[in-house]
């Protein structure tokens, strides 16, 4: 299994410009999430999904989009990156949540700069 | 709204000694559950830990313990006889209902030899 997948590790974007994080799993976990880390201030929750076609708002969703329309994928789209949303993004998959032990398995991170 | 407080921003340990990494937290749901999780300088989040809130037992994984006190609200990360390898960000977090974690600010955790 290759766990949970992000591409890119890297990108550098300027104000205004769109990107998609990619984000993968293989493990047929139902749920997937996008986090962003800043320094001092942990991780914070964008966006969340319990399933294909099923996505919600976490802390902070604004100026980012999800869909999910696969059980293995869950992009993350900057509609009109600022460099507020210079950060780190982790995905993360677990195969429920709030049930029990049942940790979510994070992807390596994408580290965005937006200039 | 779930939270989780971690008040210690940084710690020093020396090796071979524990050291207790505090996690208080806040929630209505008498359901849930608490993670610690290690995030070396390499970036990576890696699992370590996990209490549940009907659990009885504190929970233990190698070197690591969970010092769960129910009424207090509170899930301390012990790590006993430290290595420099532990020198690390520790996340506690927590998970209700059908949302995905909450993480506190986290502490950074410095071994010295």
């Known amino acids: 299994n290759a766990g949970v997948t992000q591409t890119p590790k890297f990108q550098v974007l300027k104000t205004g410009q769109s990107m998609t994080l990619q984000c993968a799993q293989d493990?047929?976990?139902?749920?997937m999430s996008w986090y962003r880390q800043d320094p001092g201030m942990g991780l914070r929750l964008i966006h969340y999904?319990?399933?294909?076609?099923?996505?919600d708002q976490g802390e902070v969703p604004n100026g980012y989009n999800v869909s999910r329309s696969t059980t293995e994928d869950f992009p993350l789209r900057l509609l009109s990156a600022a460099p507020s949303q210079t950060s780190v993004y982790f995905c993360?998959?677990?195969?429920?949540?709030?049930?029990?032990?049942?940790?979510?398995?994070f992807g390596p991170g994408t580290r965005l700069t937006v200039t | 709204a779930q939270k989780i407080t971690q008040t210690q921003p940084g710690m020093f340990v020396q090796e071979k000694e524990a050291v207790t990494l505090d996690c208080t937290y806040d929630?209505?749901?008498?359901?849930?559950?608490l993670f610690w999780y290690k995030q070396p300088s390499s970036g990576e989040m890696i699992f370590l830990i996990y209490?549940?809130?009907?659990?009885?037992q504190n929970a233990t994984e190698g070197r690591y313990s969970l010092n769960f006190q129910k009424a207090r609200k509170s899930a301390n990360l012990v790590i006993s006889a430290s290595q420099l390898g532990d020198s690390a960000m520790y996340f506690c977090?927590?998970?209700?209902?059908?949302?995905?974690?909450?993480f506190g600010k986290g502490t950074r955790l410095s071994v010295i030899a």
């Open positions: 977090a927590m998970s209700t209902g059908n949302t995905p974690l909450v």
């Open positions: 493990m047929n976990h139902e749920y």
């Open positions: 929630t209505s749901d008498p359901s849930y559950g």
């Open positions: 993360a998959s677990s195969y429920s949540v709030g049930q029990g032990r049942d940790e979510q398995y």
């Open positions: 999904s319990v399933g294909a076609g099923i996505t």
């Open positions: 209490q549940g809130s009907y659990d009885q």
